[in-house]
């Protein structure tokens, strides 16, 4: 079997059901850690085995244009003595994708998968 072009992995459904649940902060933003640990304390820990599995998610979802990021201004991060973070938000593109998941979910279709 083989990820179907366009379909979602139970990591990214997690990810972008997580992001719009939280509201994703100030503008709709959020960063890794904060979806790390709201998928620990959600019970999604399953879905994510390291924070490496994390950001390699987000990494594909932004090239795929499921989300946008920027770098959070320097002053922030300065102001509280920590490293620069990058931010993330969802995009129509991802909200739609989300979408079409829980439809297929809905529907019993096995989301994302093609026979080979």
Request: proline residues 5%; aromatic residues 6%; hydrophobic residues 35%.
């Amino acid at each position: 079997m083989r990820r179907k072009p366009g379909a979602l992995l139970p990591l990214e459904v997690a990810i972008l059901r997580t992001a719009l649940t939280l509201g994703a902060g100030d503008e709709g933003e959020f960063h890794g850690y904060q979806i790390a640990s709201q998928l620990r304390d959600g019970g999604e820990s399953r879905t994510l085995t390291a924070h490496g599995t994390l950001y390699k998610a987000l990494t594909r979802m932004r090239k795929a244009g499921l989300l946008s990021d920027r770098w959070e201004d320097p002053d922030t991060a300065a102001a509280e003595e920590r490293p620069r973070r990058r931010l993330y938000s969802v995009t129509a593109q991802g909200v739609a994708a989300l979408r079409a998941s829980e439809r297929d979910q809905a529907t019993g279709f096995a989301p994302g998968v093609q026979p080979a």
